[in-house]
């Protein structure tokens, strides 16, 4: 029995971690509520993980998983940039705040009932488009423009419901006799965010950044490059 529900308190967790990330955002703690989608992101990659090894998968786990994404890094994220960059700009900050939740529930949606293919995602996965949204907020004072910010999240919401292909990493194999090295894991994560609530955030934008920029840059270079494969076609006289 515990098997079988293990699974599932992964994801009660992420979803937890996310309504306390809104609940922080609302407060203006942005550092504590970024860190919240990111340990979200680590409990969200372990309930797959646990239930394809344990075999325990099912369409419920499917689709509890898709109802707490929505809500820990389409919201929450959404949320953090609102308080943090959008609340002065009025109903074109509502808008623009509603566009990111809604394009992941749809890209949640498709992924339900078109996987896409192996090896591959089909679209910005929702999870690292809520972390480097709730992340890219704390380098407001760098980036002190809201433009920037405005363009980041509307391209994440764009990149999540296209045809972009980011490489899935969820069934790399893992030697079972590693699995215990998960809780050490996340037990120096946990030390390192409440040591350095500032910067520890900042520094897991940057790979989720790469990440996003990767499929994006694949996909233009491949269309390039079938654009170059295609015969020209002769002038006529």
């Not at 942005?30 to 309930?47: P, R």
């Not at 899935?168 to 006799?177: A, D, I, Q, S, T």
């Amino acid at each position: 029995m515990f098997a079988k529900t293990l699974p599932s308190m992964f994801t009660v967790g992420n979803l937890f971690l996310g309504i306390i990330a809104i609940i922080l955002s609302v407060h203006g703690e942005w550092q504590y509520a970024a860190i919240m989608v990111i340990i979200g992101m680590l409990l969200d990659g372990l309930d797959g993980r646990v239930a394809r090894m344990l075999n325990t998968q099912s369409e419920f786990g499917k689709e509890l998983d898709s109802l707490s994404d929505v809500i820990s890094f389409g919201v929450a994220p959404a949320l953090i940039m609102y308080v943090a960059i959008l609340q002065d700009m009025g109903i074109a900050g509502w808008v623009i705040t509603a566009i990111f939740p809604i394009c992941g529930a749809l890209r949640l949606a498709r992924f339900n009932v078109e996987p896409g293919l192996p090896g591959f995602f089909i679209g910005l996965p929702i999870t690292a488009a809520g972390g480097v949204l709730a992340t890219m907020v704390l380098y407001s004072e760098i980036a002190t423009s809201p433009i920037f910010h405005i363009l980041g999240m509307l391209l994440l919401s764009y990149l999540m419901i296209s045809r972009v292909k980011y490489p899935n990493f969820k069934n790399l194999g893992v030697p079972r006799r590693t699995y215990w090295i998960v809780p050490l894991f996340l037990v120096a994560l946990a030390v390192l965010a409440t040591r350095y609530p500032e910067h520890f955030p900042k520094f897991v934008f940057f790979p989720l950044a790469l990440y996003a920029v990767y499929g994006l840059k694949r996909s233009v270079n491949r269309r390039r490059q079938r654009n170059a494969e295609e015969p020209v076609e002769e002038l006529k006289p």
